[in-house]
Nanobody, 124 residues
Framework: QVHLVESGGGLAQPGGSLRLSCAAS????????MGWFRQATGKQREMVAT???????NYATSVKGRFTISRDNANNRVYLQMTSLNPEDTAYYYC??????????????????WGQGTRITVSS
């Protein structure tokens, strides 16, 4: 199966910037959509940004113009550049990938994979 690892979370001041990275590992054949989701305390998980294998992007209204999603297909990575951060961006951020990979039985498996989450806190 596929393993996703996020990095780049932490503390930022309002107006500041952070960059998240997520790397996928495993016996990967293809990754279709990649995305970032977030979940604030007491709230449901919500989509932040997604990117297709062809590079088409989609953003939540709340982050449009401030966040940029990108991907590195050769290295199975997705990034989220976040600027003009505000306290409402405080949440756990999760990367998500739709992956075709081989399992331990050498079978092709389509998987909706999630990272373990990384905490972003925006505070002065």
């Amino acid at each position: 199966q596929v393993h996703l690892v996020e990095s780049g979370g932490g503390l930022a001041q309002p107006g500041g910037s952070l960059r998240l990275s997520c790397a996928a590992s495993g016996r990967i054949s293809r990754i279709d959509n990649m995305g970032w989701f977030r979940q604030a305390t007491g709230k449901q998980r919500e989509m932040v940004a997604t990117i297709t294998s062809g590079g088409s992007t989609n953003y939540a209204t709340s982050v449009k113009g401030r966040f940029t999603i990108s991907r590195d297909n050769a290295n199975n990575r997705v990034y989220l550049q976040m600027t003009s951060l505000n306290p409402e961006d405080t949440a756990y951020y999760y990367c998500n990938m739709q992956v075709l990979s081989k399992n331990t039985n050498d079978e092709w498996v389509a998987e909706n994979a999630w990272g373990q989450g990384t905490r972003i806190t925006v505070s002065s």
